[in-house]
T-cell receptor, first 116, second 111 residues
Framework: GAVVSQHPSRVICKSGTSVKIECRSL??????MFWYRQFPKQSLMLMAT?????????EQGVEKDKFLINHASLTLSTLTVTSAHPEDSSFYIC????????????FGPGTRLTVL | KQEVTQIPAALSVPEGENLVLNCSFT??????LQWFRQDPGKGLTSLLL?????REQTSGRLNASLDKSSGRSTLYIAASQPGDSATYLC??????????FGAGTRLFVKA
Protein backbone atom coordinates (compact mmCIF):
# COMPACT_ATOMS: atom_id res chain seq x y z
CA GLY A 1 0.00 0.00 0.00
CA ALA A 2 0.91 3.65 -0.20
CA VAL A 3 3.42 4.97 2.31
CA VAL A 4 3.64 8.29 4.07
CA SER A 5 6.74 9.06 6.10
CA GLN A 6 7.43 11.67 8.73
CA HIS A 7 10.70 13.06 9.99
CA PRO A 8 11.73 13.28 12.71
CA SER A 9 9.84 10.64 14.64
CA ARG A 10 10.70 12.29 17.92
CA VAL A 11 12.08 15.72 18.80
CA ILE A 12 12.86 17.50 22.04
CA CYS A 13 13.52 21.21 21.95
CA LYS A 14 13.86 24.17 24.25
CA SER A 15 11.08 26.66 24.71
CA GLY A 16 11.29 29.49 22.20
CA THR A 17 12.92 27.52 19.42
CA SER A 18 11.32 26.48 16.13
CA VAL A 19 10.86 22.91 15.00
CA LYS A 20 10.26 21.64 11.48
CA ILE A 21 8.41 18.39 10.80
CA GLU A 22 8.40 16.83 7.34
CA CYS A 23 5.69 14.71 5.78
CA ARG A 24 6.47 12.83 2.58
CA SER A 25 4.38 10.65 0.32
CA LEU A 26 6.86 8.03 -0.83
CA UNK A 27 5.18 6.35 -3.76
CA UNK A 28 2.37 8.64 -4.81
CA UNK A 29 1.68 12.31 -5.41
CA UNK A 30 -0.52 14.32 -3.11
CA UNK A 31 -1.71 17.82 -3.92
CA UNK A 32 -3.29 17.92 -0.50
CA MET A 33 -1.96 16.80 2.84
CA PHE A 34 -3.45 17.11 6.29
CA TRP A 35 -1.88 17.82 9.66
CA TYR A 36 -3.37 16.49 12.88
CA ARG A 37 -2.46 17.01 16.50
CA GLN A 38 -3.09 14.63 19.35
CA PHE A 39 -2.81 15.61 23.00
CA PRO A 40 -2.32 12.86 25.61
CA LYS A 41 -5.35 10.59 25.95
CA GLN A 42 -7.27 12.59 23.39
CA SER A 43 -8.18 11.94 19.79
CA LEU A 44 -6.61 13.38 16.70
CA MET A 45 -7.78 16.85 15.77
CA LEU A 46 -7.35 18.29 12.31
CA MET A 47 -5.13 21.36 12.42
CA ALA A 48 -4.79 22.38 8.81
CA THR A 49 -4.99 21.38 5.19
CA UNK A 50 -1.79 21.76 3.22
CA UNK A 51 -2.25 22.60 -0.46
CA UNK A 52 0.54 22.22 -2.99
CA UNK A 53 1.42 25.56 -4.51
CA UNK A 54 -0.98 27.60 -2.41
CA UNK A 55 -1.64 28.67 1.13
CA UNK A 56 -2.70 26.22 3.76
CA UNK A 57 -6.14 26.41 5.28
CA UNK A 58 -6.36 26.25 9.04
CA GLU A 59 -9.07 24.93 11.30
CA GLN A 60 -10.73 27.26 13.73
CA GLY A 61 -8.57 28.00 16.74
CA VAL A 62 -5.27 27.06 15.10
CA GLU A 63 -2.79 29.92 14.88
CA LYS A 64 -1.47 30.12 11.34
CA ASP A 65 1.48 32.28 12.37
CA LYS A 66 2.55 29.72 14.92
CA PHE A 67 2.10 26.62 12.79
CA LEU A 68 3.64 27.42 9.43
CA ILE A 69 2.84 24.99 6.64
CA ASN A 70 4.66 24.75 3.34
CA HIS A 71 3.65 22.31 0.59
CA ALA A 72 6.48 22.90 -1.86
CA SER A 73 6.08 19.79 -3.97
CA LEU A 74 3.62 17.03 -4.73
CA THR A 75 5.35 14.74 -2.26
CA LEU A 76 6.41 16.99 0.60
CA SER A 77 4.65 19.12 3.18
CA THR A 78 6.37 20.69 6.17
CA LEU A 79 4.94 21.91 9.45
CA THR A 80 7.05 24.38 11.41
CA VAL A 81 6.14 25.05 15.01
CA THR A 82 7.52 28.52 15.65
CA SER A 83 8.60 29.77 19.06
CA ALA A 84 7.53 26.49 20.61
CA HIS A 85 6.23 26.39 24.16
CA PRO A 86 5.57 23.46 26.49
CA GLU A 87 1.86 23.56 25.64
CA ASP A 88 2.79 22.75 22.04
CA SER A 89 4.10 19.38 23.18
CA SER A 90 1.99 16.89 21.33
CA PHE A 91 1.89 14.10 18.79
CA TYR A 92 1.67 15.43 15.23
CA ILE A 93 0.47 13.19 12.40
CA CYS A 94 0.12 13.95 8.71
CA UNK A 95 -2.00 12.23 6.11
CA UNK A 96 -2.42 12.34 2.37
CA UNK A 97 -4.98 11.14 -0.17
CA UNK A 98 -3.40 10.17 -3.50
CA UNK A 99 -3.85 12.79 -6.21
CA UNK A 100 -4.91 10.12 -8.66
CA UNK A 101 -8.07 9.70 -6.69
CA UNK A 102 -9.39 7.16 -4.34
CA UNK A 103 -11.37 7.39 -1.23
CA UNK A 104 -8.95 6.93 1.56
CA UNK A 105 -6.00 8.60 3.17
CA UNK A 106 -2.66 7.28 4.22
CA PHE A 107 -1.27 8.32 7.56
CA GLY A 108 2.29 8.99 8.56
CA PRO A 109 3.77 7.36 11.68
CA GLY A 110 3.64 10.60 13.63
CA THR A 111 6.14 12.92 15.33
CA ARG A 112 6.35 13.26 19.08
CA LEU A 113 7.27 16.84 20.01
CA THR A 114 8.37 17.64 23.53
CA VAL A 115 9.09 21.26 24.40
CA LEU A 116 11.06 21.78 27.58
CA LYS B 1 -20.83 19.27 11.35
CA GLN B 2 -19.73 15.66 11.53
CA GLU B 3 -19.14 14.32 15.01
CA VAL B 4 -17.83 10.88 15.87
CA THR B 5 -18.48 9.29 19.25
CA GLN B 6 -16.97 6.11 20.63
CA ILE B 7 -18.37 4.07 23.48
CA PRO B 8 -17.08 2.92 25.86
CA ALA B 9 -14.17 5.27 26.51
CA ALA B 10 -12.31 2.48 28.29
CA LEU B 11 -12.77 -1.25 28.61
CA SER B 12 -11.03 -3.93 30.63
CA VAL B 13 -11.73 -7.58 29.86
CA PRO B 14 -10.18 -10.95 30.72
CA GLU B 15 -8.23 -12.77 28.06
CA GLY B 16 -10.33 -14.88 25.72
CA GLU B 17 -13.43 -12.75 25.92
CA ASN B 18 -15.23 -11.54 22.81
CA LEU B 19 -15.91 -7.83 22.80
CA VAL B 20 -17.59 -5.07 20.83
CA LEU B 21 -16.49 -1.50 20.43
CA ASN B 22 -19.02 1.05 19.27
CA CYS B 23 -18.73 4.08 17.03
CA SER B 24 -21.46 6.51 16.01
CA PHE B 25 -21.41 9.44 13.62
CA THR B 26 -23.90 12.23 13.08
CA UNK B 27 -23.77 12.71 9.30
CA UNK B 28 -24.35 9.67 7.13
CA UNK B 29 -22.73 11.31 4.10
CA UNK B 30 -19.42 9.51 4.41
CA UNK B 31 -17.10 7.87 1.89
CA UNK B 32 -15.85 5.26 4.27
CA LEU B 33 -15.20 4.41 7.88
CA GLN B 34 -11.93 3.13 9.21
CA TRP B 35 -10.85 1.49 12.43
CA PHE B 36 -7.33 2.12 13.70
CA ARG B 37 -5.26 0.81 16.50
CA GLN B 38 -2.85 3.05 18.38
CA ASP B 39 -0.33 1.78 20.89
CA PRO B 40 0.89 4.20 23.58
CA GLY B 41 3.19 6.83 22.11
CA LYS B 42 2.91 5.32 18.64
CA GLY B 43 1.23 6.16 15.37
CA LEU B 44 -1.84 4.69 13.75
CA THR B 45 -2.22 1.17 12.46
CA SER B 46 -5.11 0.71 10.07
CA LEU B 47 -7.19 -2.34 10.98
CA LEU B 48 -10.23 -2.31 8.74
CA LEU B 49 -11.67 0.00 6.12
CA UNK B 50 -15.35 -0.18 5.22
CA UNK B 51 -16.56 1.62 2.13
CA UNK B 52 -19.88 3.44 2.37
CA UNK B 53 -21.48 0.82 0.13
CA UNK B 54 -20.32 -2.09 2.29
CA ARG B 55 -21.85 -3.58 5.39
CA GLU B 56 -18.86 -5.24 6.97
CA GLN B 57 -15.21 -6.18 6.67
CA THR B 58 -13.29 -8.97 8.33
CA SER B 59 -9.63 -9.51 9.08
CA GLY B 60 -8.61 -12.41 11.26
CA ARG B 61 -10.24 -12.04 14.66
CA LEU B 62 -11.61 -8.62 13.77
CA ASN B 63 -14.95 -7.84 12.20
CA ALA B 64 -16.23 -4.35 11.54
CA SER B 65 -19.77 -3.52 10.55
CA LEU B 66 -21.28 -0.37 9.14
CA ASP B 67 -24.87 0.84 9.21
CA LYS B 68 -24.63 4.14 7.42
CA SER B 69 -28.31 4.99 7.68
CA SER B 70 -28.23 4.84 11.45
CA GLY B 71 -24.75 6.30 11.73
CA ARG B 72 -23.21 3.35 13.53
CA SER B 73 -20.28 1.03 13.27
CA THR B 74 -19.04 -1.73 15.52
CA LEU B 75 -15.69 -3.43 15.85
CA TYR B 76 -15.92 -6.98 17.06
CA ILE B 77 -12.81 -8.62 18.50
CA ALA B 78 -13.00 -12.36 19.00
CA ALA B 79 -11.02 -14.27 21.60
CA SER B 80 -9.21 -11.21 22.90
CA GLN B 81 -5.52 -11.44 23.80
CA PRO B 82 -3.27 -9.27 25.98
CA GLY B 83 -1.58 -8.11 22.78
CA ASP B 84 -4.86 -6.53 21.73
CA SER B 85 -4.46 -3.95 24.50
CA ALA B 86 -4.35 -0.54 22.82
CA THR B 87 -6.53 2.41 21.94
CA TYR B 88 -8.94 1.81 19.09
CA LEU B 89 -9.94 4.79 17.00
CA CYS B 90 -12.88 5.07 14.65
CA UNK B 91 -12.63 7.59 11.82
CA UNK B 92 -14.99 8.67 9.07
CA UNK B 93 -13.77 10.00 5.75
CA UNK B 94 -16.02 12.78 4.57
CA UNK B 95 -16.33 15.08 1.61
CA UNK B 96 -13.37 17.41 1.18
CA UNK B 97 -11.03 14.56 2.07
CA UNK B 98 -11.39 15.27 5.76
CA UNK B 99 -11.08 12.50 8.28
CA UNK B 100 -12.93 12.96 11.55
CA PHE B 101 -11.79 10.83 14.45
CA GLY B 102 -13.57 9.61 17.52
CA ALA B 103 -11.93 9.99 20.91
CA GLY B 104 -11.10 6.30 21.00
CA THR B 105 -11.70 3.32 23.25
CA ARG B 106 -8.82 2.29 25.51
CA LEU B 107 -8.83 -1.49 25.72
CA PHE B 108 -6.99 -3.52 28.33
CA VAL B 109 -7.00 -7.30 28.06
CA LYS B 110 -5.94 -9.01 31.25
CA ALA B 111 -3.90 -12.19 31.07
Amino acid sequence: GAVVSQHPSRVICKSGTSVKIECRSLDFQATTMFWYRQFPKQSLMLMATSNEGSKATYEQGVEKDKFLINHASLTLSTLTVTSAHPEDSSFYICSAPPTRGGDTQYFGPGTRLTVL
Amino acid sequence: KQEVTQIPAALSVPEGENLVLNCSFTDSAIYNLQWFRQDPGKGLTSLLLIQSSQREQTSGRLNASLDKSSGRSTLYIAASQPGDSATYLCAVYTGGFKTIFGAGTRLFVKA
